[in-house]
């Protein structure tokens, strides 16, 4: 089994790489979507940390915690204390079970979180600030939020040199992928 990990900044392009890999047949582990459903097994230490709040119908308003969290940098590293090791064994779990050749973990903390060492190759996806930002906007983020992990995700940035493989996303999103393909190819993933 290859496993490919997908790392960058927000905005950056990792997703569309990865669905781009998903298409072509390999399995996709996206860190976020695990986060998330790793927010609701934490829930409670959760409001401990941060107030109701946090909670909107029983379950953790990402908008809310999201608010808490990436005002503080403490905050910020409560959360990742809380969550880190769950997502961490969550995936190592997938990992032991896939029967695919080809799994790509997806994620902008895949080194925070201990699983670049999981990879075969680590691909960097780099973007100008701008066009993330842009990215993020047209998610519907609203501006000081997207302002906020942006800064919070330059710290990404050391792991950069860490990477088998740095690759450009600032041209379309069709031509991004077309060259990555390429690139996997001769990687001989694909």
């Known amino acids: 089994m290859i496993v490919v990990g997908i790392t960058g900044k927000a905005g950056s392009g990792k997703s569309l790489l990865a669905r781009a890999l998903e298409d072509r047949g390999a399995t996709r582990i996206s860190l976020d979507e695990i986060g998330h459903e790793v927010l609701e097994k934490v829930k409670d ?20 915690l999201s608010s808490a969290v990436f005002s ?29 050749s080809l799994v790509v973990i997806e994620g902008a903390l895949l080194f925070d979180i201990g699983l670049a060492e999981s990879c075969n190759t680590v691909v960097w996806v780099k973007s100008p600030e701008a066009i993330s930002r842009e990215r993020l906007l047209r998610r519907g983020m609203e501006e000081q939020k997207v302002r906020s992990i942006l800064r919070l995700h330059k710290d990404l940035e050391k792991y950069k040199d860490r990477c088998d493989v740095i690759i450009a996303n600032d ?4 031509n991004f992928v077309c060259r990555f393909v390429e690139l996997s190819k001769e990687w001989r993933i694909l």
């Open 45 to 64: 230490q959760l409001v401990q940390e941060f107030g109701s709040s946090i909670v909107s119908d029983g379950t953790v308003d990402r908008t809310a």
């Open 72 to 100: 503080s940098d403490s905050n910020l590293a409560t959360l990742n204390n809380l969550t880190h090791p769950l997502i961490r064994e969550r995936v190592l779990q997938q990992l032991s079970v896939v029967e695919n």
């Open 171 to 174: 041209s379309t999103p069709e």
